[in-house]
């Protein structure tokens, strides 16, 4: 009998979680950025083997909210906890052995998922230092970046899944649609081109995605809080968004696999992240009930 079941990888901020699902889908799903806290909503990426099938749960960092987009994407975290037949809790291996998970989420118990840590960035310590991290069966040395480690891990992991047929074809990597992919290649651009606070102030929707036609086209609007942050990413001349929009656009095309038309706008949307109206509209999810 095969092996299937739902897999969350939690943790601190940028500790490598986005890094991890793209090294084991052998695909991107998840942006990656130097910048924390870039993960908001959880990533699905799907893992088959002959024998195994992991449905991977990519999360947002664990941290004390501060305002409400941060409360649901900690609602978002925690809910991923409950759902999990298996966790890896992923922590920077040069910080040493991380706090118990259920000290580090703040939850009222232990999870009842079976927890594996998972230390990354190993690749980065010496042999002395890996061996002092080395403290039992549940402990694992990994990196994301090169690889080293991950099969190992993927293999405790498929081994304490439960028996049952695969959840899905076996050839999806994702139960997420290509939209929801493309919005996030043009927030990891504007995180990758602009500083400070802005980032941290833009929410991407796809408005329309017209197939049929080549070059592809795809209408997506980058909305920001207020509008000095619009100036800022349109910039002097237009050059700025065209610089987004140029580099999103061949992040896209080898997501889709062709040509792609990418017209970008930008709109001001006033304190949409305290705003649960305009979190909602952009599918994040407060918390509700206890433990959330």
Same mark, same amino acid.
């Given at each position: 009998?095969?092996?299937?079941?739902?897999?969350?990888?939690?943790?601190?901020?940028?500790?490598?979680?986005?890094?991890?699902?793209?090294?084991?889908?052998?695909?991107?799903?998840?942006?990656?950025?130097?910048?924390?806290?870039?993960?908001?909503?959880?990533?699905?990426?799907?893992? =088959?083997?002959?024998?195994?099938?992991?449905?991977?749960?990519?999360?947002?960092?664990?941290?004390?909210?501060?305002?409400?987009?941060?409360?649901?994407?900690?609602?978002?975290?925690?809910?991923?906890?409950?759902?999990?037949?298996?966790?890896?809790?992923?922590?920077?291996?040069?910080?040493?052995?991380?706090?118990?998970?259920?000290?580090?989420?703040?939850?009222?118990?232990?999870?009842?998922?079976?927890?594996?840590?998972?230390?990354?960035?190993?690749?980065?310590?010496?042999?002395?230092?890996?061996?002092?991290?080395?403290?039992?069966?549940?402990?694992?040395?990994?990196?994301?970046?090169?690889?080293?480690?991950?099969?190992?891990?993927?293999?405790?992991?498929?081994?304490?899944?439960?028996?049952?047929?695969?959840?899905?074809?076996?050839?999806?990597?994702? =139960?997420?649609?290509?939209?929801?992919?493309?919005?996030?290649?043009?927030?990891?651009?504007?995180?990758? +081109?602009?500083?400070?606070?802005?980032?941290?102030?833009?929410?991407?929707?796809?408005?329309?995605?017209?197939?049929?036609?080549?070059?592809?086209?795809?209408?997506?609007?980058?909305?920001?809080?207020?509008?000095? +942050?619009k100036a800022i990413i349109i910039g002097g001349k237009g050059a700025r968004i065209r610089s987004i929009g140029e580099a999103a656009r061949k992040k896209t095309e080898i997501l889709v696999g062709e040509k792609v038309y990418l017209d970008l706008w930008v709109k001001v949307l006033p304190n949409w992240r305290k705003n649960p109206g305009s979190l909602s509209r952009f599918g994040y999810q407060l918390a509700?009930?206890?433990?959330?």
């Amino acid at each position: 009998m095969p092996r299937a079941g739902i897999v969350t990888v939690a943790g601190k901020p940028n500790v490598g979680k986005s890094t991890l699902l793209n090294r084991i889908v052998g695909q991107k799903l998840s942006i990656t950025s130097p910048k924390p806290q870039s993960t908001r909503d959880r990533i699905v990426g799907i893992y =088959t083997t002959a024998d195994s099938q992991l449905v991977i749960l990519d999360t947002p960092g664990l941290l004390n909210p501060r305002y409400p987009l941060q409360q649901a994407m900690r609602s978002t975290a925690v809910r991923a906890l409950e759902e999990a037949d298996v966790i890896i809790y992923l922590a920077d291996a040069t910080e040493g052995l991380p706090p118990p998970l259920e000290q580090a989420a703040e939850l009222s118990a232990s999870p009842t998922a079976a927890v594996i840590v998972a230390l990354n960035k190993s690749d980065t310590l010496t042999s002395v230092q890996r061996d002092a991290l080395r403290s039992g069966d549940n402990v694992m040395l990994v990196s994301a970046l090169t690889g080293d480690g991950v099969a190992d891990l993927m293999a405790r992991v498929a081994h304490l899944l439960p028996e049952s047929p695969f959840l899905y074809p076996e050839d999806e990597i994702s =139960t997420q649609p290509v939209r929801f992919f493309v919005a996030e290649l043009v927030r990891e651009t504007v995180l990758e +081109q602009l500083h400070d606070e802005v980032p941290y102030s833009v929410a991407v929707q796809v408005e329309e995605y017209r197939e049929g036609r080549s070059p592809l086209y795809i209408r997506a609007v980058i909305y920001v809080e207020r509008e000095s +942050q619009k100036a800022i990413i349109i910039g002097g001349k237009g050059a700025r968004i065209r610089s987004i929009g140029e580099a999103a656009r061949k992040k896209t095309e080898i997501l889709v696999g062709e040509k792609v038309y990418l017209d970008l706008w930008v709109k001001v949307l006033p304190n949409w992240r305290k705003n649960p109206g305009s979190l909602s509209r952009f599918g994040y999810q407060l918390a509700t009930g206890k433990g959330k």
